[in-house]
């Protein structure tokens, strides 16, 4: 099992930038991939950043350039730092790790709400 805990969303104006932070815990090993991913109302859950354990990224079109996916192996936690926000932005941002053995964990989601 592995317990993943997203922190640092909030409320932030257009432009403005907030860092999310995915802390992980349990059996954290056979990782195949990491990354974020957002829903907002109404919409289906989207990809916006994957990390894989060699250090590969890939990014959402619409978030190129302005997010950057990282992580920090020795605290086992995830990044997400996002810049020039824009109110299209704003949904429930989820931190989920795909397993090699075939199973992914989510997080809880923190809520991002971007003003105009």
């Not at 099992?1 to 969303?9: C, F, I, N």
């Not at 907002?40 to 989207?46: F, V």
């Not at 429930?92 to 992914?104: E, I, L, N, P, R």
Request: glycine share 12%; with cysteine; net charge positive.
């Amino acid at each position: 099992q592995v317990q993943l805990v997203e922190s640092g969303g909030g409320l932030v104006q257009a432009g403005g930038s907030l860092r999310l932070s995915c802390a992980a815990s349990g059996s954290i090993f056979r990782i195949n991939a990491m990354g974020w991913y957002r829903q907002a109302p109404g919409k289906q859950r989207e990809l916006v950043a994957v990390i894989t354990t060699r250090g590969s990224t890939n990014y959402a079109d619409s978030v190129k350039g302005r997010f950057t996916i990282s992580r920090d192996n020795a605290k086992n936690t995830l990044y997400l730092q996002m810049n020039t926000q824009k109110p299209e932005d704003t949904a429930v941002y989820y931190c989920k790790y795909d397993m090699a053995y075939g199973v992914g964990y989510w997080g809880q989601g923190t809520q991002v709400t971007v003003s105009s």
